[in-house]
C-alpha cells in the first residue's frame, strides 16, 4: 500500500480545513493510535526509549532552555500523542523502578 493510501486510510476526509473540535479531537484520536501500535512493538518500544532519552525526558535536571523544551515535547509526546493519562499507573511504575 502506497503512503499516500495510508494516510487517506488513517485521516481520510479529516484533512479539511474545518476548525471544528469534533475534526480536531477525532483526528488526535486517529494520530494517538498510530503512536501507540508504532511503539507498541517491542522495536518500537526501543526507538521510543530512545526519542524520550534525546528529548531529557530522563534528565533529572534540564537547566538550558534547549533541554526544557525537549523535555517539554517528551511530555507532549507521552501525554498528548500516546494518550499516557493513567496517572496512578504512571507512578506505581516509577516507584516500581526503583525497588527491583
Not at 469534533?22 to 483526528?27: D, G, S, V
Not at 512493538?41 to 526509549?49: A, I, Q, R
Not at 538550558?64 to 509526546?77: C, D, P, Q
Not at 516509577?94 to 523502578?97: H, R
Given at each position: 500500500?502506497?503512503?499516500n ?8 476526509a ?7 473540535a ?6 488526535d484520536?486517529r494520530?494517538s493510535e498510530c503512536?501507540r501500535?508504532?511503539?507498541g ?9 530512545q526519542?524520550?532519552t534525546d528529548l531529557?525526558f530522563?534528565e533529572v535536571?534540564n537547566v ?14 507521552i501525554?498528548k500523542?500516546?494518550k499516557?493519562?493513567n ?6 511504575m516509577?516507584?516500581?523502578?526503583n525497588?527491583k
Open positions: 500500500m502506497e503512503s493510501e495510508d494516510y487517506d486510510k488513517i485521516f481520510g479529516l484533512d479539511g480545513k474545518d476548525e471544528d469534533k475534526i480536531e479531537e477525532e483526528r484520536k494520530m503512536f501500535r508504532v511503539f512493538t517491542d522495536e518500537g518500544k526501543l526507538v521510543l526509549h526519542i524520550l531529557k530522563y535536571e538550558t532552555e534547549t533541554s526544557i523544551t525537549l523535555n517539554n515535547f517528551a511530555k507532549f509526546m501525554f500523542r500516546l499516557c493519562d496517572y496512578r499507573q504512571m507512578t506505581e516509577l516507584y516500581d523502578c525497588q
